[in-house]
Nanobody
Framework: QERLVDTGGGLVQAGGSLRLSCAAS????????MAWFRQAPGKEREFVAA????????LYADSVKGRFTVSGGDAANTAFLHMDFLEPGDTAVYYC???????????????WGQGTQVTGSS
């Protein structure tokens, strides 16, 4: 079964930057889309960004356009989320996910990371 590990979260000052990483492993490796979601306490999980690796296709939530950038590594089993100009509203647990379709719908993704906490102070 495919496993995802997401790392890179932390506490940063408002306006600062963070870079999240996601690495997939395991014998199941057929997904073409890497995505990022986030969930704050008491709120539903929301879509952040996604990319179809190798196709130059990306999808961003309106709330992060122009601030966050999703990219892939040199292999289809890695993904990054570079976050600039972080705001307190970005505070959440961030999860990477893999799926087949480039979509903002969480139920369309079949593999998930364990989550990494991102906190934008002040």
């Amino acid at each position: 079964q495919e496993r995802l590990v997401d790392t890179g979260g932390g506490l940063v000052q408002a306006g600062g930057s963070l870079r999240l990483s996601c690495a997939a492993s395991g014998r199941i490796f057929s997904s073409a889309v890497m995505a990022w979601f986030r969930q704050a306490p008491g709120k539903e999980r929301e879509f952040v960004a996604a990319m179809r690796w190798g196709a130059g296709l990306t999808l961003y939530a309106d709330s992060v356009k122009g601030r966050f950038t999703v990219s892939g590594g040199d292999a289809a089993n890695t993904a990054f989320l570079h976050m600039d100009f972080l705001e307190p509203g970005d505070t959440a647990v961030y999860y990477c996910a893999r799926g087949v379709n480039l979509t903002s719908t969480s139920s369309q993704y079949r593999s998930w990371g364990q989550g990494t906490q991102v906190t934008g102070s002040s």
